[in-house]
């Protein structure tokens, strides 16, 4: 069993930071890819970034130069540092582990709200 913990959300004024966590227990060898993703009320799911056990990373393009993502694979633990946030960053977000070592499967963390206000 692997359970992913979420923590760093909350309000922020637009223009802020906050940082989320995301850190895996359980029986886990590696994971190969961590994520965040977030849900806005009445839209889909959607990828922020996401960054390989090498580093490579991917990002949403309206994230981009303002969101970084890291990871320390020693503590199973990836991060996002979100920059100049707006209004429309908003939502709940949701950490990922995909590819999780035994056994390669992908697991979802219970999501932390974001709030940006103008």
């Known amino acids: 069993q692997v359970q992913l913990v979420e923590s760093g959300g909350g309000l922020a004024q637009a223009g802020g930071s906050l940082r989320l966590s995301c850190a895996a227990s359980g029986r886990i060898f590696s994971i190969n890819v961590m994520g965040w993703y977030r849900q806005a009320p009445g839209t889909r799911r959607e990828l922020v970034a996401r960054?390989?056990?090498?580093?490579?990373?991917t990002y949403l393009n309206s994230v981009k130069d303002r969101f970084t993502i890291s990871r320390d694979n020693a503590k199973n633990t990836v991060y996002l540092q979100m920059n100049s946030l707006k209004p429309e960053d908003t939502a709940v977000y949701y950490c990922?582990?995909?590819?999780?070592?035994?056994?390669?499967?992908?697991?979802w963390g219970q999501g932390t709200q974001v709030t940006v206000s103008s």
């Open positions: 990922k582990a995909e590819g999780v070592v035994p056994g390669w499967g992908d697991y």
């Open positions: 960054i390989s056990s090498g580093g490579s990373t």
